[in-house]
DNA sequence: CCTGGAGTTGTCCTA
DNA sequence: TTAGGACAACTCCAG
């Protein structure tokens, strides 16, 4: 039974966040009452259940949320279509509002609870809070979708989608309504063993972390960001991808505080680059969206006959940083420690796990999903297809990238080996990257025991490139 | 339907 | 030491 003056639910989900939330803002505008409610619907996800460094990170941000809310948020947990029938119920809510997620799953049940409180009598409104340009909007002028990101996000969003909103400002006088029932601590998603402790140091999760993390970017990073984003000890990436995940700051906030510092800096092709990288985030949306199997199936059918090759031994060496390939080994534990990996480290590791290895991308896949804290459905499954070349952009075949050559390339200096791969950190800048090659002499003076202070390589990189490229030339 | 151009991120060999 | 071309063929996209 809804009237004009019965509160409105805010269903947080993945926009924890006042600054820019269409759907709150939306509330406020009624004038009604605001209940803010979060659900955390383990019944629903099927495969795909948070893991445990989006579990803490969700935690961290929630109560984040929860203070600039004055504790007023109301925690449940369960499938979120009782949840919400029975909370209205008890609350005499008459609305429920939220911002749309993306992932299968959700809008299967989404689309569900829409028709279900509609036939209630409870109004039920979702707005765009979490994409620059809808899915459904960004098409092939034949209707399709795009598979190729260069003419998606030239052609079908800037070209032809209207631009992305200017931010809303944060609503002032939020007329909250409290109606307790769980508190965030019962949602159990604190580790049990503190490991989390390592992650605290690199995060401030939370709506003001991510407004501090955009400003530092935008005066430290964005400068030289073209060249200096693949350097992963530089700070020239703006390590946004948590915050965005979890909506405490919106794309369309990025994006339109991008805009005047790059014109006034002068650093537009900078700029540009870094603005691509948010329409590689919403092409990602984009291929989930029009492609719901990605997680799970390869785009190109043909690499459903890859010979993939089995060995858990050397896929827990590459989850534990023990391959013997230093840039490899500094990414996963650089993942293990902090729930996050540089982007261009995340392609040398996952290139290596599936070329080099010759393991199933989905391992790679699972690992990411348990371990970052930017875990994405869109994002990851997308770019680990993309890693193995059976995604949309088809890679070539012959893209196989060499952790040496990379490593030397991009961490010349080791700087970032040296940081999380300390038991080589001795060794001169010849050697850092290549240990097996130093003198005898050169890794007693530096400490190092080939397998017994650093494993010595997992695999040849000659023998597993040539292997991965019979392996492809198989699919023709 | 046809056509031409293009496709995030590389490596290796050769001159 | 360094720069340029080879490495397949295919699919996607726009006109």
Redesign the pocket.
Known sequence: MSDKDAPIIIWFRQDLRLKDNPALTAAVESGRKIIPLYILDDENSGAWKMGGASRWWLHESLSALNNDLDQKICFARGDALSVLLNFIKSSGAGGVYWNRCYEPWRITRDSEIKKTLTANGVEAKSFNGSLLFEPHKAL???G?????????Y???CLENSPPPRTPLAEPDNINLQAHSILSLDDLNLMPQIPWHKTMEKEWEPGESGAQKRLLHFLHNGLRDYKEG??HPAADNVSRLSPHLHYGEISPNEVWHATKPVMVAEHIEKDGE?FL??LG?RD?SNNLLYHFPDIPRTNL?AKFNAFPWREDPDALKRWQKGQTGYPIVDAGMRELWQTGYMH??VR??AG?FLVKNLLLHWHHGEDWFWDTLVDADLANNSA?WQ??AGCG???????????????GK?FDADGAYVRKYVPEIAALPDKYLHAPWEAPDETLFESGVALDQTYPSPIVD??QS?DRALAA??SL?
């Open positions: 092939k002028s034949d399709t979708p795009y598979k190729v990101f260069t003419p998606f030239k052609k079908g984003r693949n680059h691509r990288e590689w092409f190109q982007n261009r392609m040398i290139s770019s993309w890693v949309a952009d088809a890679a070539p075949y012959f893209r196989i990238f060499n952790p040496l050559t990379q390339k990189l000659k490139r492809f030339s023709k």
